[in-house]
């Protein structure tokens, strides 16, 4: 995923997840049996974990990276977490060639 391997090379943030589900959104709606319904999509959600003081740096740099600048591209959202284990690679990790 591009905004994975951005955050990554860019920012070397190491600490994001990401996963598919199914969301829903009035921006699509089909035809079903003679009616608009709003349908559920393929969408996929990106959680990063950052010190603090790297939130709102981090969070600007996804809103652009995103295009959540222009209409209807998805949700963002900001909060604390209560815990959160630190987690780094190994010296070298980062270097090493394949994805």
Request: aromatic share 12%; hydrophobic share 35%; with cysteine.
């Amino acid at each position: 995923m591009a905004l994975l391997k951005a955050l990554r090379t860019e920012k070397g943030v190491i600490s994001a997840n990401t996963f598919q589900c199914r969301g829903f959104g009035p921006q699509l709606r089909r035809r079903y049996k003679g009616k608009r319904q709003v349908a559920g999509y393929s969408v996929r959600v990106v959680t990063v974990v950052v010190e603090e003081d790297q939130a709102d740096d981090l969070f600007e740099y996804i809103y652009y990276k995103v295009n959540f600048d222009h209409p209807c591209p998805g949700l963002i959202y900001q909060g604390s977490l209560q815990t959160a284990t630190p987690y780094s690679l190994p010296a070298g990790v980062l270097e090493e060639k394949g994805e």
